[in-house]
C-alpha cells in the first residue's frame, strides 16, 4: 500500500468512474474520453460509496444507475447516465432515480459527453486529508491511536487546523482521553447542522481546544431526558445515544474542504454514522492487539472495511502473548502493515491522572507517525 497522495500544486483530475456493462456502449465511452483526455476507472456495479463519490465523475449505463439508486449511493454531482442509442422512459426514470444530470445518446451524443468531461475536468474540492480509526472490538486502543494521531498531526502542522471527530457516542466522550473534558466548548449534543453545512471556521472557533491547532468535536455525555456537560439538551445533529450521518458528513466535508486534518475515531461503533466516517476516509486503519482472540474478531472487521473503502491499513498493538508478529497479523487479515507496536509503558495511568500526550517517543507515537506517514506527512 502505496502512502495517499496529499492533493497539492497541479491540479489532478480524479479518473472518471465506467460503470456500463455493455461492451460496445463501454468501448463509445472509452473512445470519447481517449479524445477528451480523461483517464477512466471501469468497473461494474456493486461499487464502494468511497469509489462512487471520490471519483472525478461517474458514467453509467440504466442498469447501473437502477443498482445504485437501490444501493443508496448518495447524490453528487457529475453522474451521466449513457445510452446506445435514443433513451426511453426507463432509461429517463433510472436517471431521475440516481439523479444524473444529464442522458447522452451514444454514438451521436458524443460532443455532449466530451463537455460533460470538460465541464468536471476540475480537481475535487479541498485539500484536506481524512483519516478513519477502527477498532477490532472493545479496549483495542482506537480511541487512544485517534487521539494521538491528532495530536501528533496537530503538533507537526500536517495541515493548518486538525480536528478530531468523535465517531463513539457510548464510549464516554474522547475528551476524557485528552484530559479536556472540563474545557468550555461545543459537543456533539450541542451541535445543531442546518442544511447539511457548516463553517469550518465557526466549527473551529466554537470546539474546546485539545492543543494548539486542534479542536475536538467530543460525543457528550447525556442522560436520557437530561442535559450533557454544557447543559444542553440533545438535537437534530446528535441524539444522546445516537450521531446523524448527514451531521458527520456535514462535519467531515467542512473540515476536508477547509484543507484540514481530520481524524475520526470510529473505535468499534457500527451503524449509519460509523459508515458515512469509513466512506468518507481517505484511510481507514485498523487498531489489533495482538492477542488470539482479538485476531479473530479482527478477520470479520478488516472484510467490512475493505468492502466499505480500499485504502486500508493495520496497527498491532502489543504486547503479544503468543509472540504473534505484526506481519505474521496482517498476512491473516490481508491488510498492509503501518506499524506493529508494543505495549507502553504507564499509559492506563496517564490516561486516568491527566490525559494523553506524546510528546516524548514511545510506541503510541511511533503509530501515530506511521498513520500519518501513510497519508503523506514526512517524519
Same mark, same amino acid.
Given at each position: 500500500m502505496n502512502p495517499v497522495p496529499m492533493r497539492s500544486g497541479s491540479p489532478q483530475i480524479a479518473p472518471a468512474l465506467v460503470l456500463v456493462r455493455d461492451e460496445r456502449l463501454r468501448a463509445e465511452v472509452r473512445r470519447v474520453a481517449a479524445a477528451a483526455e480523461r483517464v477512466t476507472d471501469e468497473r461494474v456495479m456493486p461499487v464502494g460509496r468511497h469509489t462512487w463519490a471520490g471519483a472525478g465523475m461517474v458514467i453509467l449505463d440504466t442498469a447501473a444507475a437502477v443498482a445504485a439508486a437501490s444501493a443508496g449511493c448518495p447524490r453528487r454531482t457529475g453522474v451521466v447516465l449513457v445510452t446506445e442509442g435514443e433513451p426511453a422512459v426507463p432509461d429517463w426514470q433510472a436517471a431521475t432515480a440516481v439523479g444524473a444530470e444529464r442522458v447522452v445518446a451514444l454514438p451521436t451524443g458524443a460532443v455532449a459527453l466530451v463537455e460533460q468531461f470538460a465541464e468536471h475536468a476540475e480537481s475535487r474540492t479541498g485539500e484536506g486529508i481524512v483519516v478513519a480509526v477502527v477498532g477490532a472490538g472493545g479496549g483495542a486502543g482506537a480511541s487512544t491511536l485517534a487521539a494521538a494521531t491528532a495530536l501528533r498531526g496537530a503538533a507537526r502542522r500536517v495541515r493548518r487546523d486538525t480536528v478530531l471527530i468523535d465517531g463513539a457516542p457510548l464510549d464516554g466522550g474522547i475528551d476524557l482521553v485528552l484530559g479536556m473534558e472540563n474545557v468550555p466548548g461545543l459537543r456533539w449534543p450541542d451541535l445543531i447542522i442546518e442544511d447539511g453545512r457548516v463553517s469550518a471556521a465557526a466549527l473551529h472557533n466554537a470546539l474546546p481546544a485539545g492543543s494548539p491547532g486542534l479542536a475536538v468535536l467530543s460525543c457528550g455525555r447525556v442522560r436520557p431526558g437530561g442535559s450533557g456537560p454544557t447543559g444542553s439538551v440533545p438535537v437534530d445533529g446528535c441524539a444522546s445515544t445516537e450521531l446523524s450521518p448527514a451531521?458527520?458528513?456535514?462535519?467531515?466535508?467542512?473540515? $476536508?474542504?477547509?484543507?484540514?486534518?481530520?481524524?475520526?475515531?470510529?473505535?468499534?461503533? $457500527?451503524?449509519? =454514522?460509523?459508515?458515512? /466516517? %469509513?466512506?468518507?476516509?481517505?484511510?481507514?486503519?485498523?487498531?489489533?492487539?495482538?492477542? %488470539?482472540?482479538?485476531?479473530?474478531?479482527?478477520?470479520?472487521? =478488516?472484510?467490512?472495511?475493505?468492502?466499505?473503502?480500499?485504502?486500508?491499513?493495520?496497527?498491532? $498493538?502489543?504486547? =503479544?502473548?503468543?509472540?504473534?508478529?505484526?506481519?505474521?497479523? #496482517?498476512?491473516?487479515?490481508?491488510?498492509?502493515?503501518?506499524?506493529?507496536?508494543?505495549?507502553?509503558?504507564?499509559?492506563?495511568?496517564?490516561?486516568?491522572?491527566?490525559?494523553?500526550?506524546?510528546?516524548?517517543?514511545?510506541?503510541? $507515537?511511533?503509530?501515530?507517525?506511521?498513520?500519518? #506517514? /501513510?497519508?503523506?506527512?514526512?517524519?
Amino acid at each position: 500500500m502505496n502512502p495517499v497522495p496529499m492533493r497539492s500544486g497541479s491540479p489532478q483530475i480524479a479518473p472518471a468512474l465506467v460503470l456500463v456493462r455493455d461492451e460496445r456502449l463501454r468501448a463509445e465511452v472509452r473512445r470519447v474520453a481517449a479524445a477528451a483526455e480523461r483517464v477512466t476507472d471501469e468497473r461494474v456495479m456493486p461499487v464502494g460509496r468511497h469509489t462512487w463519490a471520490g471519483a472525478g465523475m461517474v458514467i453509467l449505463d440504466t442498469a447501473a444507475a437502477v443498482a445504485a439508486a437501490s444501493a443508496g449511493c448518495p447524490r453528487r454531482t457529475g453522474v451521466v447516465l449513457v445510452t446506445e442509442g435514443e433513451p426511453a422512459v426507463p432509461d429517463w426514470q433510472a436517471a431521475t432515480a440516481v439523479g444524473a444530470e444529464r442522458v447522452v445518446a451514444l454514438p451521436t451524443g458524443a460532443v455532449a459527453l466530451v463537455e460533460q468531461f470538460a465541464e468536471h475536468a476540475e480537481s475535487r474540492t479541498g485539500e484536506g486529508i481524512v483519516v478513519a480509526v477502527v477498532g477490532a472490538g472493545g479496549g483495542a486502543g482506537a480511541s487512544t491511536l485517534a487521539a494521538a494521531t491528532a495530536l501528533r498531526g496537530a503538533a507537526r502542522r500536517v495541515r493548518r487546523d486538525t480536528v478530531l471527530i468523535d465517531g463513539a457516542p457510548l464510549d464516554g466522550g474522547i475528551d476524557l482521553v485528552l484530559g479536556m473534558e472540563n474545557v468550555p466548548g461545543l459537543r456533539w449534543p450541542d451541535l445543531i447542522i442546518e442544511d447539511g453545512r457548516v463553517s469550518a471556521a465557526a466549527l473551529h472557533n466554537a470546539l474546546p481546544a485539545g492543543s494548539p491547532g486542534l479542536a475536538v468535536l467530543s460525543c457528550g455525555r447525556v442522560r436520557p431526558g437530561g442535559s450533557g456537560p454544557t447543559g444542553s439538551v440533545p438535537v437534530d445533529g446528535c441524539a444522546s445515544t445516537e450521531l446523524s450521518p448527514a451531521a458527520v458528513r456535514a462535519v467531515i466535508e467542512s473540515g $476536508r474542504d477547509a484543507g484540514d486534518l481530520v481524524v475520526c475515531d470510529v473505535s468499534s461503533e $457500527r451503524g449509519p =454514522a460509523a459508515d458515512a /466516517m %469509513l466512506d468518507a476516509a481517505d484511510l481507514v486503519v485498523l487498531v489489533v492487539p495482538a492477542r %488470539l482472540r482479538s485476531i479473530a474478531a479482527a478477520e470479520v472487521v =478488516a472484510a467490512y472495511l475493505s468492502e466499505r473503502n480500499p485504502n486500508c491499513g493495520l496497527i498491532v $498493538r502489543g504486547p =503479544a502473548p503468543g509472540g504473534l508478529r505484526g506481519a505474521e497479523v #496482517a498476512e491473516l487479515l490481508g491488510l498492509p502493515l503501518l506499524a506493529a507496536v508494543r505495549g507502553q509503558a504507564g499509559l492506563a495511568s496517564r490516561l486516568e491522572r491527566g490525559g494523553l500526550s506524546v510528546r516524548r517517543r514511545g510506541p503510541l $507515537r511511533d503509530a501515530a507517525d506511521a498513520v500519518l #506517514a /501513510m497519508v503523506g506527512a514526512d517524519a
